[in-house]
């Protein structure tokens, strides 16, 4: 509408500007006076004016005409495409200047005009494999969807357009959800284009949606030696892509499998806190606690988690709180100002039942952090040492309503997670989830914000009840 409304303007002014200069060449006084061979011309400057175009008309004209006289003399010598060639060059040329204002319309967004000018195109030049596609992007433009899906269907018969005609249909079917279909294009796409970074993108995603680790591999590792993501980044993910594989064949019972997944991903990513405990758990398994116990130092160095504390504490499940306590000491000192370490070193004096201690621990958190986890913390040593019960209720009652503190947060979408995910669940993203404070303060149980090792069972409870507990029925 608005590139009408200026063609119109032009228009205006131009032909303005037109009469204004016909209505000052009349009443301009003078004129030219040609003089040849002895004969003199006199002419009024309108008349002047005049001759010239019509001289320049005539030249142009004649150019043409002899275009066409050569055409003709090369079909009389025996070039029986001559003339044929002399008309499609011209329809060719203004074939091509419809496709440059098609693309130029689909530019400024103007779907309309662009699908116009695309058919125009395609009727003068008769190549599909050009026009097709701004006629499809057009369509699209134009909210025509379904003309859209059968013009990239037209493309798949041409060598030269199949790989944008896969890659429209697959865009088109991500467009409407039908994800399983987009999939299958993008497998497609990749075969025929195994460098095309955007394919690479979407094929990735659509792998890790699809919980299909092993071909989410193949295609990181093609993007890898493509040199398109940098080698830490495609490391990272490597190990990501390891510690879902690891935890998908623990739930399907291929124990090998996940014990390599499992290592794997810990020694790509050592600070990546379920790498770590996955290859905790395997080393435990194995009796190997020495591993267990340097692979679990290594990743609470790196990234102080509650995960790898309660990984640490399996290491030895047997033992009295006091020997916990005491084994536990190299692993606390090793990031003595993290509040994490403060927290477990808490729960460890409250599991052994000294509250002093606990509260030395725990230090002034509830007053500079007070999170749900801090002030339930201080709940528990508040009713350990003996205080009155509205004391360990109004710790209570601050603790539901503080912010819940650190937790599983999608980068992306910023969406809280139980636990952690090698896709986020509400977005989609692939390795977003990090361990941080929500943007939002939301309220975490008193269960939540206690570690399993506060109240181990004892062996014999383990013997009797064989079923997985739950960790919000356990009390500090």
Known sequence: MIFSLIKTAIFIALATALAFGISYLQESSGGVLIDFQGKQYPLSPLMFVIGIIVAFAAFWILLKLSGLLVATIRLLRGDKTAISRFFDKRREQRGYRALADGMVALASGEGSVAVAKAAKA?????????????????????????????????????????????????????????????????????????????????????????????????????????????????????????????????????????????????????????????????????????????????????????DVAAAFAAIAPEETHQERLTRFQPLLK???????????????????????AARRALGDLPDTTPTGRSLALMAAIA????????????????????????????????????????????CEGFDTLSWELPALGEAQGLADAMLPLISRPEPEEIEEDTEVEDPESKEP
Request: charged share 30%.
């Open 383 to 426: 009713k350990g040492e003996g205080a009155p019960e509205e004391v360990v209720r109004s710790w209570l009652a601050r603790a539901v309503s503080a912010p819940r503190g650190e937790a599983w947060v999608c980068s992306a979408c910023h969406s809280v997670h139980a636990k952690w995910a090698p896709v986020c669940s509400n």
């Open 122 to 306: 395609e009727k003068l030049l008769a190549k599909p494999e050009l026009t097709r596609l701004i006629s499809a992007q057009a369509a699209e433009m134009a909210g025509d969807r379904t003309q859209a899906i059968e013009i990239y269907k037209e493309l798949l018969g041409h060598d030269r357009t199949r790989f944008v005609g896969v890659r429209g249909l697959m865009k088109a079917k991500l467009a409407e959800g039908d994800t399983e279909r987009a999939l299958k294009l993008a497998e497609k796409a990749f075969a025929l284009k195994p460098r095309h970074d955007e394919t690479l993108d979407t094929l990735f995603a659509l792998q890790s949606q699809a919980k299909d680790w092993d071909g989410a591999r193949k295609t990181l590792l093609a993007k890898s030696r493509a040199k398109l993501m940098p080698k830490d980044v495609a490391t990272r993910r490597d190990a990501v892509l390891s510690v879902a594989d690891a935890m998908a064949a623990h739930s399907e019972g291929n124990a090998p499998k996940a014990r390599e997944a499992a290592i794997f991903a810990n020694r790509n990513a050592p600070a990546l806190v379920p790498a770590a405990v996955l290859a905790a758990q395997v080393y435990i398994s194995e009796n190997t606690p020495k591993n267990a116990l340097r692979v679990l130092k290594k990743a609470w160095e790196a990234n102080p988690h509650p």
């Open 334 to 356: 090793l990031r003595a100002d993290h509040p994490e370490t403060a927290f477990l070193e808490t729960e460890l004096h409250l599991a052994a039942e000294d509250f002093p």
